[in-house]
Every structure is written in C-alpha cells, then in structure tokens.
C-alpha cells in the first residue's frame, strides 16, 4: 500500500471505529459510566467510603429523577496521595473502560498529576473533594462541587480578627498544595482586618500523620492569640486535638482554630470533650438545619445504622457531585460524553444541597456556597454538635477573585 492508501485507510478505519462507538453507545444511550478516583487504600480510605456513601445517597433519594439513564460507577483507587496512581486511574479509566465521565479526587496532587489526562480525555471531570485553588485552571474539563481552601480559610482569618478579636496569630499547615493555599488565604484576611501572623509552621506531609508536639510548641512559644490549623482531615485530625489539649495550650491563652477538615464530623465523637469550644469556618457540618440536610441524614442512617458515623463534608462534596452528573447527563440529552457541553450545562448550575445553596461559578467552575463559622458544643444528649454561630452567604474561590499567582486567569 502506498503512504496515502494507508492513510486513506487508517482514516476509515477510525471513522468505522466511531461509528461502532457511537452505535454502541446509542444502543446504551441510558447507561451512563462515571469513572470514580478515590483512595480506597492507605490514608484515605475512610474518606473515600464517606464519599461513596454520599454519592449512594444522592442516587437513593434520586431514584426517579435519574431515569431514564443508568449510573454505573467504576471505581479505581488512587492509593497514595502523591498523583502516581491517580494519572493512571484517569488514563486506564478512560481508554479501556471509556467512561463517559471522570469524578473523586480526594487529595490535590491526585488532581493536579491528572488534569493533563483529563485534557486530552475531552470528559467532563467532576472534583469532589481536592480543594487546592488553581486545580480547575488546569483543564477546562475540571468543574469543582467541592470547595477550596481559600474559601474557609479566608473566612475564618477574617472572622478571627472581626468575631473572636484576635490580634496575633501562628499558622500550623501540612505541606503541600492546600496547606499553602489555607496559609495564604487566612493571611490575607487576617492581615487586611488588622491582624497579623508571626510564624507560619509546616507540619509534615498528607501521608503520615506526624507528632505535632514540635510544632505545637513552637506555637505555643510564640503566643499568639489564635493557632490556626489546616491538615487534610482523617487521623490527622484526630492528632491535631489531642497535641493541643496535650499541650494545655488553651489555658495557656491560646485559641485553636482551623479549617472544618480540622474537626470533620466522622471523627468529632472520637474527640470527645476535648473538642468543645473548638472554632472553625466550613461549608458543612452534619448539624446544618436545613430540609435537604434532613433528608440525606435520614437515609444516612436508615442504609448504614444508627450507629454509623455522620457523613462529613467530603460525603457533602460528593453528594453534589453526583447531583452535578445527573443533572449534565439529563441537560446533554445523554451526550455528556461530550465533555464541552457537559461542563457547559454545569457553568451556572444551582443546587439546593444539604450544605445551604449551592452554584457552579460559570467564570472559575468553582463552586459557590455559604461557609459557616462552627463552635464544637456539648448537647444535652451527651454529644458533640457543632453551632453555627456567623452564616456568610455565596462564597466565592477568594484565590481567584483576587487573581493571585497561578489562581490568575492565562492570558
Ligand atoms: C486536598 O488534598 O486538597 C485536601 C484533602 C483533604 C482535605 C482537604 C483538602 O480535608
């Protein structure tokens, strides 16, 4: 064959092979195959059954609006945090099971090792968790119902200056992407209230849980009147708690104050009393009083027990995120294989969430939502709740508002 029959060929041979796809496809056309990356091993593995639960819940309580499309969900696990396995979730998921969309995505290098895929694959890619600000800046594909850092942390620097008056503060952070992001963005907040940081403290990485004894000394030893704390949720949490009661730091005039992934409410009860008095800023927690919240709490407990633990904000993120899938599949006709028209469809969407109102920003594919600044509060039923104490309404991805560093729109 001469080099241009080959080419005439190979061209044939394409076409075919999208006709058989297209005509596969059609013959299909309700069953809708979501590519699930989650951590179903190591660090993450608790996050990401809280995560599964949240998208099965979504789905439970949706049954009839999903018809007449099938959701099938292929899971692949992103193990460690560090991009490795993820990229190559998204690759295989994409060329040998061929989804129709891409979706999880707990921690941000997982997020950020993948977008190239994600660009090339031309799928929608819903992140229902990793919350570092630029990640969406990286694929035009990337729709966030997640949050990001700068939203609660901005907040909380704010409200840290405005509602609890503090002058002084340390921030302690886990050293990657969405630490830094949660050191930037309640610095700018704080500092442009009146307050201002005096030490800044890297506190290990996403895997391990480290001893924050050091690092809480350090801070201690520095007096400010507030530690903020930002670690990806999980054990680390947990540990965070402990080493500042440990430390007797509150009575040593010492507030703590973080992120709600410092006090995520799969892990508030294991906390116990230490807990109580606690400050953050997030955009859910399991007591928000609203019908949707009810709702999906109700199921909550009727599927897994009424002794399962509550479902947290990364359940809440991928309760959205499911809701965001249904509602490209149902908008696209069943096309949201056509990943241009499907984050289309999302760019402005509202949702009424379990967390409060919810958007997709059609600028940033960010979403927009209320955050909340949280007290840990014992109940009169013995346990920890968390009181919504100042509501700020539609927040938006401050990083990207203000334009800063690679948050800044390519020119
Ligand atoms: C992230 O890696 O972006 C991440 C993980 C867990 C959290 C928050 C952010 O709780």
Redesign the pocket.
């Given at each position: 064959m001469s080099k241009r029959t080959i080419a005439a060929f190979a061209a044939a041979a394409a076409t075919a092979l999208t006709a058989g796809g297209a005509m596969t496809s059609q013959a299909l056309a309700q069953e809708v195959k979501v590519g699930m990356i989650l951590p179903y091993t190591g660090v993450g593995a608790e996050i990401a059954q809280q995560m599964d639960r949240g998208m099965e819940q979504y789905l439970k309580l949706n049954a009839n609006e999903i018809k007449p499309y099938k959701i099938t969900i292929i899971k692949r696990d992103s193990k460690a945090?560090n991009g490795a396995a993820a990229k190559v979730d998204a690759q295989e998921l994409l060329t040998q099971d061929k989804v129709d969309v891409l979706a999880g995505w707990?921690?941000?290098p997982d997020a950020i090792a993948s977008a190239p895929v994600v660009t090339a694959g031309k799928r929608l890619a819903v992140i229902m968790?990793?919350?570092?600000s630029f990640i969406t800046n990286l694929s035009p594909y990337f729709v966030r119902t997640s949050f990001t850092?700068w939203q609660s942390s901005y907040v909380m620097g704010d409200q840290a200056a405005k509602y609890m008056h503090a002058k002084t503060a340390v921030v302690a952070y886990t050293d990657y992407p969405?630490g830094k992001d949660a050191l930037a963005g309640f610095k700018t907040a704080f500092e442009k209230a009146g307050g201002k940081v005096i030490d800044a403290i890297p506190a290990g990485g996403?895997e391990a849980t480290p001893d924050f004894t050091p690092f809480f000394q350090r801070a201690k030893d520095d007096h400010p009147d507030v530690l903020f704390v930002f670690v990806?949720?999980g054990d680390q949490a947990t540990a965070v708690v402990k080493t500042y009661a440990a430390l007797g730091m509150k009575a040593a005039g010492v507030k703590l104050v973080g992120t709600g992934?410092i006090v995520p409410d799969n892990k508030l009860q294991a906390m116990g009393d230490m807990a109580v008095g606690l400050i953050t800023v997030h955009h859910y927690n399991a007591d928000l009083d609203n019908p949707q919240n009810k709702a999906f709490k109700a199921s909550w407990y009727k599927t897994y027990g009424a002794n399962a633990t509550p479902p947290d904000f990364t359940s809440a993120g991928a309760y959205d995120g499911m809701a965001a899938i249904v509602h490209a599949v149902k908008a696209t006709k069943g096309k949201i294989y056509d990943g241009a028209a499907a984050v289309k469809s999302l760019e402005g969407w509202k949702f009424a969430s379990p967390q409060g109102p919810i958007m997709i920003d059609p600028q940033t594919r960010d979403i927009v939502m209320n955050e909340y600044l949280d007290e840990v509060v014992k109940g009169s039923d013995g346990k920890l709740h968390e009181k919504v104490l100042v509501t700020v309404p539609n927040v938006k991805d401050q990083c990207k508002m203000l334009a800063i560093g690679p948050c800044a729109p390519k020119k």
């Amino acid at each position: 064959m001469s080099k241009r029959t080959i080419a005439a060929f190979a061209a044939a041979a394409a076409t075919a092979l999208t006709a058989g796809g297209a005509m596969t496809s059609q013959a299909l056309a309700q069953e809708v195959k979501v590519g699930m990356i989650l951590p179903y091993t190591g660090v993450g593995a608790e996050i990401a059954q809280q995560m599964d639960r949240g998208m099965e819940q979504y789905l439970k309580l949706n049954a009839n609006e999903i018809k007449p499309y099938k959701i099938t969900i292929i899971k692949r696990d992103s193990k460690a945090p560090n991009g490795a396995a993820a990229k190559v979730d998204a690759q295989e998921l994409l060329t040998q099971d061929k989804v129709d969309v891409l979706a999880g995505w707990v921690y941000s290098p997982d997020a950020i090792a993948s977008a190239p895929v994600v660009t090339a694959g031309k799928r929608l890619a819903v992140i229902m968790n990793a919350g570092t600000s630029f990640i969406t800046n990286l694929s035009p594909y990337f729709v966030r119902t997640s949050f990001t850092l700068w939203q609660s942390s901005y907040v909380m620097g704010d409200q840290a200056a405005k509602y609890m008056h503090a002058k002084t503060a340390v921030v302690a952070y886990t050293d990657y992407p969405p630490g830094k992001d949660a050191l930037a963005g309640f610095k700018t907040a704080f500092e442009k209230a009146g307050g201002k940081v005096i030490d800044a403290i890297p506190a290990g990485g996403p895997e391990a849980t480290p001893d924050f004894t050091p690092f809480f000394q350090r801070a201690k030893d520095d007096h400010p009147d507030v530690l903020f704390v930002f670690v990806p949720a999980g054990d680390q949490a947990t540990a965070v708690v402990k080493t500042y009661a440990a430390l007797g730091m509150k009575a040593a005039g010492v507030k703590l104050v973080g992120t709600g992934d410092i006090v995520p409410d799969n892990k508030l009860q294991a906390m116990g009393d230490m807990a109580v008095g606690l400050i953050t800023v997030h955009h859910y927690n399991a007591d928000l009083d609203n019908p949707q919240n009810k709702a999906f709490k109700a199921s909550w407990y009727k599927t897994y027990g009424a002794n399962a633990t509550p479902p947290d904000f990364t359940s809440a993120g991928a309760y959205d995120g499911m809701a965001a899938i249904v509602h490209a599949v149902k908008a696209t006709k069943g096309k949201i294989y056509d990943g241009a028209a499907a984050v289309k469809s999302l760019e402005g969407w509202k949702f009424a969430s379990p967390q409060g109102p919810i958007m997709i920003d059609p600028q940033t594919r960010d979403i927009v939502m209320n955050e909340y600044l949280d007290e840990v509060v014992k109940g009169s039923d013995g346990k920890l709740h968390e009181k919504v104490l100042v509501t700020v309404p539609n927040v938006k991805d401050q990083c990207k508002m203000l334009a800063i560093g690679p948050c800044a729109p390519k020119k």
